[in-house]
């Protein structure tokens, strides 16, 4: 009886990646490092891969990243305000190191983007004058974020009734159940 509302929140999630200015191209990422203190910020989905891994790319210096050494469980969140569709993921973030793939995604991305990744300080440092932000030539800090999903919530606000229900990996397969909105 969820299946219908499971092919309609991959079909969106998958349009977020394919389709320009879809409100799922964005989501908030919330981690959780060893202060306790959930961190959120927005990021770019790059990929939905094979069993619905969630692909980000990300500077390896940045916070997000030391929160995922101590804390590899995240939430993302995605909201559609046309549709009124919101759908939130729990899942486990690990960092791809593979020099194969990296090599391959850096590739891919356009020469005025691939300056996000290469600056000499790390995101977040103060920084005494946004005009003179230095670049390294030769070097790159790119890193690839993985979400491995294990629940996603489905919200859909409309009337006369409000649909909700959450979606539990169970092995290789997704089960729903309806809940009280």
């Known amino acids: 009886m969820t299946d219908a509302f499971f092919e309609e929140l ?20 919330a981690t959780v490092g060893l202060d306790r203190m959930a961190r959120l910020r927005t990021v770019a989905v790059r990929n939905i891969g094979k069993d619905f891994v969630f692909s980000i ?24 305000p046309g549709k009124l569709l919101q759908l939130k993921v729990e899942g486990m973030a ?3 190191k593979d020099p194969a793939v990296l090599k391959a995604l850096w590739k891919g991305i356009d020469t005025p983007a691939k300056k996000d ?4 300080m790390a ?8 005009k003179r932000l230095e670049y390294l030539k030769a070097e790159d800090y790119f890193c690839l974020l993985e979400v491995h999903p294990f629940k996603i919530e489905y919200l859909k606000l409309q009337r006369p009734d409000h649909q909700r ?12 159940e309806f809940l009280v909105p």
């Open 10 to 29: 991959q079909t969106e999630l998958h349009k977020g990646i394919t389709e320009k200015g879809h409100p799922f191209r964005y989501c908030t990422m």
């Open 123 to 130: 995101p977040g440092s103060v920084l005494e004058d946004p």
């Open 117 to 120: 990744y290469t600056t000499t």
């Open 165 to 176: 229900i959450r979606f539990s990996r169970v092995e290789d397969r997704w089960k729903g």
């Open 57 to 80: 790319y990300t500077d390896k210096r940045s916070k997000k990243v030391v929160h995922i050494k101590e804390n590899k469980l995240v939430s993302l969140l995605f909201f559609d």
């Open 94 to 96: 690990v960092i791809n």
